[in-house]
């Protein structure tokens, strides 16, 4: 990806993508913004480089889900896409993926959540477009249980609960969903 050409179209910035979620880049091989299909988008940027890794390191307190959409273009079996919580791995892709999700509930615990997503690259040479695209990150706060007899109001549809209803509250700023309960 010739990041400078595709980053003047880009409108949105690293921590834009994160609202608030307490996150760091990796200062060697950093994730860029690109514009991709008309959208702005996280890039992995070492495309044409061997045996590199590129990082991106989230940190909560939150007991809560944690989601983001993701597209792997790489060297299939050889270059690859991780994610780990806490030390253990939970995601590995590899090969041309198209837009995936990813949705992961963080566990109860008394200290911090480490999120590690990164791209690795082997010593081999690049495939397809030799990146990994992320956007739609999202921290939910813990799940509160609504009682019935309660109506949501969720972008003007009213949905009465004749029992309990489990919701997540969402951490990120989206100024398109309005939620009322009453």
Avoid at 80 to 101: A, C, Q
Wanted: aromatic residues 10%; proline residues 2%.
């Amino acid at each position: 990806i010739d990041s400078q050409k595709i980053n003047a179209y880009a409108l949105s910035t690293f921590e834009s993508f994160f609202n608030g979620i307490n996150v760091s880049n990796d200062t060697t091989n950093p994730w860029i913004v690109v514009n991709k299909d008309g959208e702005d988008v996280l890039s992995t940027n070492i495309g044409g480089k061997s045996s590199t890794t590129s990082t991106i390191t989230i940190t909560t307190d939150k007991n809560s889900e944690f989601s983001f959409d993701y597209k792997v273009s790489s060297e299939a079996d050889w270059d690859k896409f991780f994610v780990k919580i806490d030390g253990t791995e939970v995601l590995v892709e590899s090969g041309d993926t198209g837009w995936k999700n990813f949705t992961y509930v963080l566990p109860e615990s008394t200290s911090s959540h480490t999120i590690t997503m990164y791209y690795s690259k082997d010593s081999s040479g690049d495939k397809l477009d030799d990146c990994v695209l992320v956007k739609n990150i999202e921290m939910l706060d813990e799940a509160t249980v609504i009682p019935s007899g309660v109506t949501i109001s969720y972008d003007s549809a009213d949905y009465e609960l004749t029992e309990g209803l489990t919701i997540n509250h969402n951490l990120q700023a989206n100024s398109n969903r309005k939620y009322t309960i009453s």
